[in-house]
């Protein structure tokens, strides 16, 4: 079947940095924009940040613009959310997402919604402590 598997999340102190991964199998993904989402306690999920299906793209919410990178290598069906500098905001569930077409060349900032992607991960817990 196919999957996403996020991993990588954990628990570190603000300031601190984390490197998400996200491995997919079951299809390639090599032609699909991929998002990153994030749900904080007591709040709606929410987006982070995507990268088009070259990889030569990334868009970020403001939150999190110069801190976060993402990454991908198609090779390996596997796409990267490094976090830097985190704060205690920043904790949450992280998931990885699948836009639901191929070869998309509009604007990332239009592929910001939930319903913009078809497959999901099952989400990797970030904590950030002050």
């Known amino acids: 079947q196919v999957q996403l598997v996020e991993s990588g999340g954990g628990l570190v102190q603000a300031g601190g940095s984390l490197r998400l991964s996200c491995a997919a199998s079951?299809?390639?993904?090599?032609?699909?924009?991929m998002g990153w989402f994030r749900q904080a306690p007591g709040k709606e999920r929410e987006f982070v940040g995507n990268?088009?299906?070259?990889?030569?793209?990334?868009y970020f919410v403001d939150s999190v613009k110069g801190r976060f990178t993402i990454s991908r290598e198609n090779a390996k069906n596997t796409v990267y959310l490094q976090m830097n500098s985190l704060k205690p905001e920043d904790t949450a569930v992280y998931y990885c997402?699948?836009?639901?077409?191929?070869?998309?060349?509009?604007?990332?900032?239009?592929?910001?919604?939930?319903?913009?992607?078809?497959?999901w991960g099952q989400g990797t817990q970030v904590t950030v402590s002050s």
């Open positions: 997402a699948a836009a639901d077409r191929t070869y998309l060349s509009g604007s990332l900032y239009y592929y910001t919604r939930q319903y913009d992607y078809a497959y």
């Open positions: 079951g299809r390639s993904f090599s032609s699909n924009t």
């Open positions: 990268i088009n299906w070259t990889g030569g793209t990334t």
